[in-house]
């Protein structure tokens, strides 16, 4: 039973857009913040972009100017519009979520990934 569900990713060429999408589900109550990690072959997960409350947005150097985040706070659901896509964008897009109150003890959560290949 998946608490965050992503879909959305796929094969672009170099230069495309895609648009990630991630649905928490509703045992996840007081979100916080959602965001983005992606992971590549070989690399270590690193933060893509982030949106918490009060509509602060981070995003890292290589997102910046190509990358938007956004929430659709009542349906518990963040997106990702990934636009000018690069070959080394390519990696395991993870959505994750963060509550201002424990549930069960857990405060993070994470989605099973979703695969983004920007190739010719």
Do not use: H
Request: with cysteine.
């Amino acid at each position: 039973q998946a608490q965050l569900v992503e879909s959305g990713g796929g094969l672009v060429q170099p230069g495309g857009s895609l648009r990630l999408s991630c649905a928490a589900s509703g045992s996840i109550s007081a979100i916080n913040a959602m965001g983005w990690y992606r992971q590549a072959p070989g690399k270590q997960r690193e933060l893509v972009a982030r949106s918490s409350s009060g509509g602060i947005t981070t995003y890292a150097d290589s997102a910046k100017g190509r990358f938007t985040i956004s929430r659709d706070i009542p349906k518990n659901t963040v997106y990702l519009q990934m636009n000018s896509l690069k070959p080394e964008d390519t990696a395991v897009y993870y959505c994750y979520a963060r509550t201002a109150i424990a549930i069960r003890g857990q405060y993070e959560y994470w989605g099973q990934g979703t695969q983004v290949t920007v190739s010719s």
